[in-house]
């Protein structure tokens, strides 16, 4: 059952149509896992064991059904290909009569009373929840440490962070525990648990995902995304929860047949050569930056060696490198930080909670509260100035190469610091790339294309493929399975003594 664990969730999937494992008896192994293995962790806030052994009872119950049946069985793999699949939410999504506690001493206790639309629709898909994964408070900073829950450590170091605020998601992906799950991402929140944690994680393009039927858009910087080991599954989990509802503010044309297809017609329109013809041809102009974007900060020469990695795979395959500068300064970039401190003051919680959360959630509560209206309309045009600046500059590109962070995953002393203002610059210092692409709303990838031992501990480094067209995920999706295909990966990363 260990080696079904390490499974894509591709390949779990299709094991189960043939018979080969079993929808119930996977989730309790991952359930046990799960309360187990991922323990030193902290991947999850709550496990929901229940609600997971009824979905894979109904999930069993189609696969068995479709077994008889060769045309039933091809309909349920075009239409369900993640049928009985374990992929836990975030809990920053709400799962009516669930625990929905954000990783807040404020919410400890609540039990959700409506189902998020991305969580309804991995449901709908037939995945099995598993549980809620754990996030720091309210999302908000690049580390998971929730305030009455054990931290989220990645499975490489157990004394450094599994970074955030997607953290036990990730953790519990490189960990073995499932191979897919879901995260959201409002400045790299999927994508810096990814790095650190030596997996693969994307924030797809804005408006690719609906916050609806419940949330709202505001300006623009989250979107739900995916991590998993393998680009595939990042591919057929977006398939999963990718979609417009009536009334998005940002709806997004999805590409025929969705992201997994896409990236099989591409293979498939090479006549199956390779990585290297699949996804090498048409000699992209691809950018380099290693210049920090949001912050002025050194960058660890392993971070810089993950992108010399990357390049050099992409080279190979075809494509010219060039390199690129910083098209904006870091001044510039906190011209707009009045819209994530007035989002964090305008979480609706009653005055007598203030006092209960946490001294970074107070500081940017109380940031934002300090700003007027016409500050706020000022930061988002600002933000789309600086996102149009950001476009112009990367014209002449068809993709952005940059580390994922800034240096190895850090030791949580090194980002949770007492000052919150200062807890926020070196938040910025270890992640000085990945909120551009929240600004721009363009699709962004983290792969894990490095390893290095640091402080004689082996340790994971990622590159970041970063769209500058809107629409481009399919051709991110498709670099970072050419990076797969040409300099592969481990896919498991057993738990760190």
Known sequence: ??????????????ALRRGEADAREHTEAVLRAS?????????????????????????????????TDPAAAAELARRSPLLGVPVPVK????????????????????????????????????????????????????YTEPAHAAPARTPWDLRRTAGGSSGGAAAAVAAGIVPLAHGSDGGGSVRIPAACCG???????????????????????VSDGMIARTVRDVAAGLDAIAGSRPGD??????????????????????????????????????????QPLNIDTP?????????ERASEALRGAGHELVELSAPFTPEQWRTFMPLWTVGAASIPL????????????????????????????????????????????????????TP????????????????????FDAQCAFTPWTSTWNMTGRAAISVPVHREEIDGTELPFGAHIGAVRAGDDVLVLSLAELLEAEDPWPLVREVAA
């Open 199 to 221: 997996v693969v994680g994307m924030k797809p393009s804005r408006g690719v995902v609906s916050p609806g039927p419940y949330g709202a858009e505001g300006p623009g910087l």
């Open 249 to 290: 503010a940002y709806p997004a044309p999805l590409p025929p047949g969705g992201f997994l297809a896409a990236l099989q017609g591409r293979e498939q329109a090479q006549g199956r050569r390779g990585a290297r013809a699949a996804h090498g041809s048409g000699g992209l102009r691809i950018g380099v930056l290693t």
């Open 404 to 423: 994922s962070l800034s240096g190895p995953p850090a030791f949580p002393a090194d980002l949770q610091l007492a000052d919150p203002a200062a807890d």
């Open 299 to 307: 960058v660890h020469p392993a971070a810089l060696r993950a992108v």
């Open 91 to 142: 809990d920053l999504s709400r799962i009516a009569g669930e625990p929905f506690e954000a990783g807040s001493a404020v919410l400890r206790g609540t039990i959700a009373e409506v189902t998020d639309g991305v969580p309804a629709l991995l449901e709908d898909a037939g995945t099995v929840t598993i549980g809620k994964t754990s996030t720091p408070e309210f999302g908000m900073p690049c």
């Open 1 to 14: 059952m260990t080696e079904t664990r390490h499974l894509s969730a591709l390949d779990l999937a299709a």
């Open 35 to 67: 309360r187990e293995e991922a323990a030193p962790t902290g991947a999850f806030a709550h496990l929901l064991a229940e609600r997971s052994r009824a979905q894979a009872e109904r999930a069993q119950t189609r696969l068995e059904a479709a077994r």
């Open 350 to 401: 009653p005055p007598e909670a203030e006092q209960q959360l946490m001294p970074l959630t107070r500081w940017l509560r109380a940031q934002g509260r300090a700003y007027d209206g016409v500050a706020v309309s000022s930061a988002l045009a600002g933000m789309q100035a600086l996102a149009r600046t950001v476009g112009q500059a990367f014209a002449s590109v068809d993709a952005v190469l």
